[in-house]
C-alpha cells in the first residue's frame, strides 16, 4: 500500500521556536517529494520542493533521506503566521503518470 | 491569472440528487485532479486525467464519474449523492511528468442530507 506517514501533532510552539517535522514513505521507487501549507479551510499550497541534496528557502529547510525513506522540514524562528497544516507530499510514479500521495498533516500552532 | 477555479463553492444536496463540479485551469496544464478531504482521512484521490482525452480511476472512484471535457476543463459528477460524500472537494492540475508538484483549487464544500 501506498503510505506516506506523518505525526499528526498539533505541535503548539511559542513565537521564535524552531519546530522539526518528519515524515517517512514507503515507496523506495518515490521519485519526487514536497512540502505544501494547507491553512484552515483553505486548499493546499505549495511551501516547497525537496532535494536529494537538501534545500533551504528563508526560514524553511527541508531534508530527504532515500536510504531511510523519511522526509523532514524545519522551521525556524517561527512566526503566528506559520500556524497552518503542513503536508508531506511524495510522487509515486507508476505506468505513464505518476500519482502525489499526501500524508495526513502535521498541525503546528504558533503561539505569542 | 485566474490559476485553478473551481465551481460551485458550496453546495447542499439532498440524498439521491445530482451534481457536477466544475473545474478549470489556465496555465495549460496536461494534467488535472479530483480529491476529497475528510477530517482525519488526508486528500484521497478520486479520479485523474493525465492528458486531454484520458481518465483514470484513482483510490476512491467508487460513486463518481469525470469528463476531461478539453485541456481546460474536468468536471466531477455525482450521479446519486449519499451522505457519504459530504466533504471536501479539490481539483488540481500540473503540467504532467515527476517533478512538478499540483496547483489546487479553492475547493468545493458538498453536504448531503
Known amino acids: 500500500r501506498k503510505e506516506v506517514e506523518q505525526d499528526p501533532g498539533p505541535f503548539n510552539v511559542p513565537e521564535g521556536a524552531t519546530v522539526a517535522f518528519n515524515c517517512t514513505y514507503s515507496?523506495?521507487?518515490?521519485?519526487?517529494f514536497f512540502w505544501y501549507r494547507q491553512d484552515c479551510r483553505k486548499e493546499p499550497k505549495l511551501l516547497m520542493s525537496?532535494?536529494?541534496s537538501g534545500n533551504e528557502d528563508g526560514r524553511f529547510t527541508a531534508q530527504l533521506n532515500r536510504a531511510s525513506q523519511y522526509i523532514s522540514l524545519l522551521i525556524r524562528d517561527s512566526k503566528l503566521s506559520d500556524s497552518a497544516t503542513y503536508l508531506c507530499?511524495?510522487?509515486?510514479?507508476?505506468?505513464?503518470?505518476?500519482?502525489?500521495?499526501f500524508g495526513k498533516g502535521t498541525k503546528l500552532s504558533v503561539k505569542p | 491569472n485566474a490559476g485553478v477555479t473551481q465551481t460551485p463553492k458550496f453546495q447542499v444536496l439532498k440524498t439521491g440528487q445530482s451534481m457536477t463540479l466544475q473545474c478549470a485551469q489556465d496555465?495549460?496544464?496536461?494534467?488535472m485532479y479530483w480529491y476529497r478531504q475528510d477530517p482525519g482521512m488526508g486528500l484521497r484521490l478520486i479520479y485523474y486525467?493525465?492528458?486531454?482525452?484520458?481518465?483514470d480511476k484513482g483510490e476512491v472512484p467508487n460513486g463518481y464519474n469525470v469528463s476531461r471535457l478539453n485541456k481546460r476543463e474536468f468536471s466531477l459528477r455525482l450521479e446519486s449523492a449519499a451522505p457519504s460524500q459530504t466533504s471536501v472537494y479539490f481539483c488540481?492540475?500540473?503540467?504532467?511528468?515527476?517533478?512538478?508538484?499540483?496547483?489546487f483549487g479553492s475547493g468545493t464544500r458538498l453536504t448531503v442530507v
Open positions: 496555465m495549460n496544464h496536461n494534467s
Open positions: 515507496n523506495s521507487a518515490s521519485q519526487s
Open positions: 525537496v532535494y536529494s
Open positions: 507530499v511524495v510522487n509515486f510514479y507508476g505506468g505513464s503518470q505518476g500519482n502525489l500521495i
Open positions: 486525467s493525465a492528458s486531454e482525452g484520458t481518465t
Open positions: 488540481a492540475s500540473n503540467p504532467g511528468g515527476i517533478g512538478y508538484g499540483y496547483t
